[in-house]
Structures are given as C-alpha cells and as structure tokens.
C-alpha cells in the first residue's frame, strides 16, 4: 500500500466547490474519476479543505491510497491526461500511510482579488470581483492590521455551528495594488466558514467608509456575525498555498 501526496490546482468556476455532492458536480467528483482510472482501482482522495462554489486553487493538497505501482510522474501525466482543461495536477510524491490532506495542514494562504475599474474584464470575469470604485488601500490595510494575530473570528464566520472552537490565528494580511488590480493575502493557521470572504468584504466595507479601521477590535469583541462586513463574492477567491 502506497500513500500518494498529491498537488493540484484548479478554476472554479463550473464546479460547486471541492468536496463531493450527490447532486452537484465538484472538484472532488472529476479528480476521483480520473485518478481511479489511471490507478485503475477505486480511488477516494482526502483533500486539505473544503471550497465553495466558485472560488479557485493555485495549490490544493490531496491524499490517496493506492496498490498501484505507477511512478509518480506517470500519475501526474496520466492523471492530467485524464482531466479537463480547468484543474490541473502540479506534483506526486510517496508519503507515510499516516499522512492526511486535511489533519496535517499546518497553514494555508489564500489571495482575494479584486478588479477595480469602471469597465469589466472580458478576460478574467470569473478570477476577480468586479468593484467599479476605488479602493481605499491605506484604510484596508491599518483595518486589516487589528485582524493579525490570535482572535476568535466568530464575527467573521457564516456557520460556526460544526467547529468546538472560532478562535483562530491570522500570521499576516498583505494588501497589494498594481494598475486596475488590488490583492487581499491572508496566511493563517486555518479558517472558519467564509472568514476570508467576509474579511475581503469588511475591508471593501472599510474602503466605502462604512466602516472605519478602528472598529475592527469591536467587531471582533461582538462575536456577531452580523456586526461584520459583507460576504465578498467566491469566484475572487484562491486557495493560494497550503503549509505542511
């Protein structure tokens, strides 16, 4: 028995994010089917996390347990051969039978990006929120800077009821502009449900001057969901980099 490591990336956009349904195509649903045909056995893959509708990969770690004797780069060409255009496998490698995707996670990054422009782009309507105002960068980011650290994020989660605990830690938050293009960078030690989106669309909040910077401690004091900003929109979301 071999325990495979598995890199991939993948475009959300027609899928109902990664985690396998009975009535809806996801990321999980494809990579099984391709994966059990090049291994030519069943496979059940264990990914780090789960995804929504609509938001990407850049780098999503997956597991599987195989009797297979193929190579690892075989796996990744025969794998891709098998995939669509839309989600790709990065790389292969043989781990310990006790590694898990999801357990042995350490951090994760995730990018939100935004287009900001009165036009829309005819190239990337789906990899960015569309905002047709100017963002206020330096108020996102002394915003952003309250957010840093070990907090409980209940404020920023839509569902909280399926985790024991909201308090999580937030290692850094980087706020990058160039041209048309603004980058939201969080790297944490995980994430509650939606807590990225709903702290893209505070800062966006922030930037509107709903809020200001320095309300960010007593949102997160409330514990309220409903004292925090918008839910941003999934498809400018990206997994960006998973830590082990």
């Not at 949102?219 to 839910?231: E, M, N, V």
């Amino acid at each position: 028995m071999r325990n495979l490591k598995v890199m991939t990336a993948y475009r959300g956009t027609k899928y109902h994010g990664f985690q396998r349904q009975s009535n809806a195509l996801t990321v999980q649903e494809v990579l099984e089917r391709a994966v059990s045909k090049v291994l030519n056995e069943q496979a059940a893959i264990i990914g780090c996390s789960r995804t929504d509708t609509g938001v990407h990969a850049r780098e999503f770690c997956f597991n599987v347990k195989t009797e297979s004797k193929i190579s690892n780069i075989g796996f990744c060409r025969g794998v891709n051969g098998e995939l669509p255009e839309d989600i790709s496998i990065l790389s292969c490698e043989d781990v310990s039978l006790d590694f898990h995707a999801r357990f042995d996670c350490k951090g994760k990054e995730y990018i939100y990006k935004i287009h900001c422009s009165e036009s829309k782009d005819p190239f990337g309507s789906d990899l960015a929120f569309h905002y047709r105002r100017k963002f206020d960068i330096e108020a996102a980011k002394k915003a952003a800077a309250h957010l840093v650290g070990t907090h409980d994020f209940a404020s920023f989660c839509a569902d909280c009821t399926s985790v024991s605990t909201t308090v999580r830690t937030i290692y850094s938050i980087e706020i990058e502009n160039s041209g048309t293009s603004v980058i939201i960078l969080v790297k944490g030690d995980g994430f509650l449900y939606n807590m990225i989106r709903i702290i893209a669309g505070t800062l966006i909040d922030v930037s509107e001057g709903r809020f200001s910077p320095d309300d960010m401690p007593k949102i997160l004091a409330a514990r309220d969901r409903l004292k925090a900003g918008r839910t941003a929109m999934a498809h400018g979301l990206y997994l960006n980099k998973v830590f082990y």
